[in-house]
């Protein structure tokens, strides 16, 4: 992971610009040269905690905001879970807004009961056959095709046919509880 501090010259800058403030009003105030400030802002002075100190006091920013990370890993990495059959596959970070799931789904001889949350699912099928009972529709998808419904219908999944299904799945954080950690939201508990 990159350290950030071949950024803070440039975030410096930003900074005081954002402030509206001169390098000559800045550099004073926190008691240096202007050309210290100006190297510091160029990239040709290091920088050091004795220095950046009394500018972030003036520049009313923390010192985290000019030495933070460039770049975060941007790597998923939490674990696969196993739950009644399913295959859970989390594809996107646990504090992500949209939550994405390759889920493969089991073949088996009943399909689950139908359930009800709140949200939308968005789905796509990389590999086999889906099931997807929606409300009175009985539906079997293909690799290739997708579907986007309301999640307040009683809906149901399951792999059609006696191979397993690989989906790709979108949902909202209650479809993610739904989905992930076996709530249920059967038609009784609506």
Same mark, same amino acid.
């Given at each position: ?52 100190? $009394?500018? =972030? @006091?003036?520049?009313?920013? %923390?010192? +985290?905001? *000019?030495?933070? !990370?460039?770049?975060?890993? $941007?790597? =998923? @990495?939490?674990?696969?879970? %196993?739950? +009644?059959? *399913?295959?859970? !596959? ?101």
């Amino acid at each position: 992971m990159a350290h950030g501090l071949d950024q803070v010259g440039p975030r410096l800058r930003a900074a005081r610009a954002a402030a509206g403030l001169t390098l000559e009003e800045v550099a004073g105030r926190a008691g240096m040269s202007v050309s210290t400030l100006s190297r510091l802002e160029s990239g040709k002075r290091q920088a050091s905690l004795e220095l950046l100190v $009394p500018l =972030v @006091r003036q520049l009313g920013i %923390r010192l +985290d905001d *000019l030495v933070r !990370a460039d770049t975060i890993d $941007p790597r =998923v @990495r939490r674990p696969v879970q %196993r739950r +009644d059959g *399913l295959i859970i !596959a989390p594809l996107a970070p646990e504090d992500s807004p949209i939550s994405t799931f390759k889920i493969t789904y089991p073949p088996v001889d009943d399909l689950p009961e139908l359930r009800v949350h709140d949200g939308f699912e968005w789905l796509y099928v990389l590999r086999g056959r889906l099931r997807l009972r929606l409300g009175a529709q009985d539906l079997v998808l293909s690799r290739g095709e997708a579907a986007e419904f309301d999640t307040t219908i009683p809906h149901a999944m399951s792999a059609a046919g006696a191979k397993p299904v690989e989906i790709l799945s979108i949902f909202n954080a209650t479809g993610e509880r739904m989905h992930t950690h076996g709530e249920h939201g059967h038609l009784g508990d609506v």
